[in-house]
T-cell receptor
């Protein structure tokens, strides 16, 4: 089957580093995405991984291990504005049909 | 502003009715994606079109249909509406087919009463 798991909530302190994990099970893995969504707003694209390894983009980095079905999003130098939900999503290609599967999101609270 | 325009922003309608949601992608983007977000189910992928052709399909109900027109705007049609269809419907667009960086519109909030 297809499934994505990520923690429901996390709390961290301003200036700290936080790692949000995501594990997935899919039939035909074809890429993993991370999105940020502030309450009441549209999701914003953060990162895309299709090969194993780390992708760094400013304060945000995303890691993928396809053999372990595992990814994480690393946020450094946390700021109050980073308080948001972080969505992990996988593109799955099963028998030539693509679909995107989303986790339920991790709600991150950044405390002063 | 992502450059993706969705109309209307809010829609209230009765059960059994049919509505059409509209999406204009960013200039130059050929792919359009539709998503449904409800409180209890999170973000659900519905369907993707690329340059007028269906490219990917999620668990879209048979009561729902979509299309992408030659000018690349897209419409999502929801029919025989039920209370459970109340949700935020997002459209996103990207340049290519692979959604490596998709930009979301602000969504249409549909309330079925």
């Amino acid at each position: 089957g297809q499934n994505i798991d990520q923690p429901t909530e996390m709390t961290a302190t301003e200036g700290a580093i936080v790692q949000i994990n995501c594990t997935y099970q899919t039939s035909g893995f074809n890429g993993l995405f991370w999105y940020q969504q502030h309450a009441g707003e549209a999701p914003t694209f953060l990162s895309y991984n299709v090969l194993d390894g780390l992708e760094e983009k400013g304060r945000f980095s995303s890691f993928l291990s396809r053999s372990k079905g595992y990814s994480y999003l690393l946020l450094k130098e946390l700021q109050m504005k980073d308080s948001a939900s972080y969505l992990c999503a996988v593109r799955d290609n099963f028998s030539g049909t693509y679909k995107y599967i989303f986790g339920t999101g991790t709600r991150l609270k950044v405390l002063a | 502003d992502s450059g993706v325009t969705q109309t209307p922003k809010h829609l209230i309608t009765a059960t059994g009715q049919r509505v059409t949601l509209r999406c204009s992608p960013r200039s130059g983007d050929l792919s359009v994606y539709w998503y449904q977000q409800s409180l209890d189910q999170g973000l659900q992928f519905l369907i993707q079109y690329y340059n007028g052709e269906e490219r990917a399909k999620g668990n879209i109900l048979e009561r729902f249909s979509a299309q992408q027109f030659p000018d690349l705007h897209s419409e999502l049609n929801l029919s025989s509406l039920e209370l459970g269809d109340s949700a935020l419907y997002f459209c996103a667009s990207s340049v290519g087919t692979e959604n490596t960086e998709a930009f979301f519109g602000q969504g249409t909030r549909l309330t079925v009463v």
